[in-house]
């Protein structure tokens, strides 16, 4: 991702014949881009937040989920009994974060799509989740509380057991200490800006298909790939990305989720939100747009891809 719309278009004036560079500079798409600390436990009360536990009312409640009968029959025949032996058990949701929407709203435009206040706090089961787009498997809370009624809510006692059982299987097995796991990663502090994102060009991304095919049938395509090499170099993005298009591993993750017009909400880097403690692949979060509109986030799908 570009950190402004500027730095984008000298990138294309660099690197692009002068009669394509309108068209491309066109594909460039508003997201707003995300930059946590380096440092663990950094983290300040009701901000924009990568891990930790969630700032919550007094009366907060952690979310858990009890998969169905139904819902494990919808998992893939690959996977192993252990999976489905997860119906009708009560499971912790991982925190993945929250985003502080006036820190959002402060970027300008970009942010209009998502409410002007509050926080959103973004749950999910990395477990069974990877294996599933389900909205079993999410959790999206919008949390309006004033910043003068919130704590930071102390992390659910069944997620700490799993996640200091994993440290210690780490430590015993292949003698190293996660700070993170796939339970619980520690909470840093979070820096946003109002960005715009290239397309990705090998994912198959509908909004932007037929202007590859084009270029391609002109004989631009090495001139495009030799700018899209350089655009990989720009900034500091760490995958992490509020609204736009998502910049998938594999195929389009929208593809993974029926009906249409789902778009995305929250791009997670999964080896960033745990540091280089073992991390892999991305969560991307995805919401329909009228939904979004009624500020509705109980149907929220995540597509994992690695």
Same mark, same amino acid.
């Given at each position: 991702?570009?950190? #402004?719309?500027?730095?984008?278009?000298?990138?294309?004036?660099?690197?692009?014949? #002068?009669?394509? /560079?309108?068209?491309?500079?066109?594909? +460039?798409?508003?997201?707003?881009?995300?930059?946590? #600390?380096? *440092?663990?436990?950094?983290?300040?009360?009701?901000?924009?937040?990568?891990?930790?536990?969630? @700032?919550?009312? &007094?009366?907060?409640? $952690?979310?858990?989920?009890?998969?169905?009968?139904?819902?494990?029959?919808?998992?893939?025949?690959?996977?192993?009994?252990?999976?489905?032996?997860?119906?009708?058990?009560?499971?912790?949701?991982?925190?993945?974060?929250?985003?502080?929407?006036?820190?959002?709203?402060? +970027?300008?435009?970009?942010?209009?799509?998502?409410?002007?206040?509050?926080?959103?706090?973004?749950? $999910?089961?990395?477990?069974?989740? /990877?294996?599933?787009?389900?909205?079993?498997?999410?959790?999206?809370?919008? @949390?309006?509380?004033?910043?003068?009624?919130?704590?930071?809510?102390?992390?659910? &006692?069944?997620?700490?057991?799993?996640?200091?059982?994993?440290?210690?299987?780490? *430590?015993?097995?292949? #003698?190293? $200490?996660?700070?993170?796991?796939?339970?619980?990663?520690?909470?840093?502090?979070? *820096?946003?800006?109002?960005?715009?994102?290239?397309?990705?060009?090998?994912?198959?991304?509908? &909004?932007?298909?037929?202007?590859?095919?084009? +270029?391609?049938?002109?004989?631009?395509?090495?001139?495009?790939?030799?700018?899209?090499?350089?655009?990989?170099? =720009?900034?500091?993005?760490?995958?992490? /990305?509020?609204?736009?298009?998502?910049?998938?591993?594999?195929?389009?993750?929208?593809?993974? =989720?029926?009906?249409?017009?789902?778009?995305?909400?929250?791009?997670?880097?999964?080896?960033?939100? /745990?540091?280089? @403690?073992?991390?892999?692949?991305?969560?991307?979060? +995805?919401?329909?747009?009228?939904?979004?509109?009624?500020? @509705?986030?109980?149907?929220?799908?995540?597509?994992?891809?690695?």
């Amino acid at each position: 991702m570009f950190e #402004s719309r500027r730095q984008a278009l000298n990138l294309i004036e660099e690197h692009l014949p #002068s009669d394509i /560079q309108d068209e491309i500079a066109d594909l +460039l798409t508003p997201a707003i881009g995300l930059t946590p #600390s380096k *440092e663990w436990d950094t983290v300040t009360l009701g901000r924009t937040r990568i891990g930790g536990t969630p @700032d919550a009312p &007094e009366n907060f409640e $952690w979310p858990h989920i009890e998969p169905s009968l139904d819902d494990v029959a919808r998992l893939p025949d690959y996977l192993p009994e252990e999976y489905r032996a997860v119906a009708g058990t009560r499971r912790p949701l991982v925190f993945i974060g929250q985003i502080d929407l006036a820190q959002a709203h402060a +970027l300008g435009d970009v942010a209009s799509p998502l409410p002007d206040s509050g926080r959103l706090l973004f749950f $999910w089961d990395g477990g069974v989740g /990877q294996y599933s787009a389900d909205s079993t498997y999410t959790r999206v809370v919008w @949390d309006t509380t004033p910043i003068e009624q919130l704590n930071t809510a102390d992390l659910a &006692e069944d997620l700490r057991t799993q996640h200091e059982a994993d440290q210690w299987y780490w *430590e015993e097995r292949y #003698s190293q $200490w996660h700070h993170a796991t796939n339970y619980f990663a520690p909470g840093r502090d979070v *820096e946003l800006y109002a960005g715009v994102m290239l397309p990705p060009r090998y994912a198959g991304v509908v &909004e932007v298909s037929e202007v590859f095919e084009s +270029l391609e049938q002109r004989g631009l395509e090495e001139d495009f790939e030799v700018f899209y090499e350089a655009s990989l170099d =720009v900034g500091e993005w760490q995958g992490y /990305q509020l609204l736009g298009l998502p910049d998938p591993i594999q195929g389009d993750p929208r593809d993974d =989720v029926e009906p249409a017009d789902w778009g995305l909400l929250f791009q997670v880097p999964m080896n960033d939100w /745990q540091l280089g @403690d073992g991390g892999d692949g991305a969560v991307y979060f +995805l919401i329909q747009s009228e939904a979004l509109a009624r500020r @509705d986030f109980s149907n929220v799908r995540a597509v994992y891809q690695a």
